[in-house]
């Protein structure tokens, strides 16, 4: 399994979109900035729901509403992102693969927060029908808000590992 991922890996480091991101000088940080534009969005509007799950802020909108109105853009931001990590990925494959931090942030993180993203914002139909959210919405909407600090805080890891 762990050859593959190698495989995988060295293949995408020699694709063209591979060598374009690590060769040219504005190509990184320009992906860089795609990776950070979608993780504006995709973590903007998960934070708006969360909130509004714990029962924070203005309560214009029931929480099943604003699930309603974010959820487009909110898969909108993670096309996004999911787009400007690939290609940074491309870019210095087999090296990001033996990185601890990497490997804590995709491996383990990113899919444990995204499976409690979607469940979230598929009980927020359920809980949110109402002004107050019930105690198993506030609590889920904290655990999401700290899955994702977690992400964020082995992503910033990944330059020094
Ligand atoms: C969905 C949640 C994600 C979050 C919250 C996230 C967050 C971040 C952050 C904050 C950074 C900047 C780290 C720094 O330079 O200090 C970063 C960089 C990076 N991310 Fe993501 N990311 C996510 C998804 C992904 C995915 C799905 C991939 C790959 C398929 C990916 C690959 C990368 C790579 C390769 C870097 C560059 C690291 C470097 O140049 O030092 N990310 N990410």
Redesign the pocket.
């Known amino acids: 399994m762990y050859g593959l991922l190698v495989g995988f890996a060295k293949w995408l480091e020699g694709t063209p979109w591979g060598i374009g991101v690590r060769t040219s000088l504005w190509a ?1 940080p320009f992906t ?1 900035l795609v ?2 534009t979608g ?1 504006s969005i ?2 903007g509007t998960n934070l708006a729901l969360d909130l509004r799950l714990v029962g924070l802020g203005k309560k214009r909108e029931t929480a099943a509403q604003l699930r309603d109105d974010l959820f487009a853009w909110n898969w909108i931001g ?1 096309c996004i ?2 787009l ?3 290609l ?2 491309s ?2 494959a087999t090296t ?1 693969l033996v990185n601890v931090a ?1 490997r804590w ?2 491996g383990v993180f ?1 899919p444990l ?2 499976l409690w993203h979607i469940f979230v914002q598929w009980k927020a139909r359920d809980w949110g029908v109402t002004e107050n959210t019930p105690a198993i919405a506030k609590f889920a909407g904290l655990a999401e808000i700290l899955l ?1 600090i977690c ?2 805080w082995w ?5 020094n590992h």
Request: hydrophobic share 70%; proline share 3%; no cysteine.
């Open positions: 990184y860089q990776h950070f993780l995709w973590l993670f992102v999911l400007g990590g690939l940074l990925f870019a210095s990001f990497f942030k995709l990113v927060a995204l994702w992400v964020i992503a910033v890891q990944i330059p």
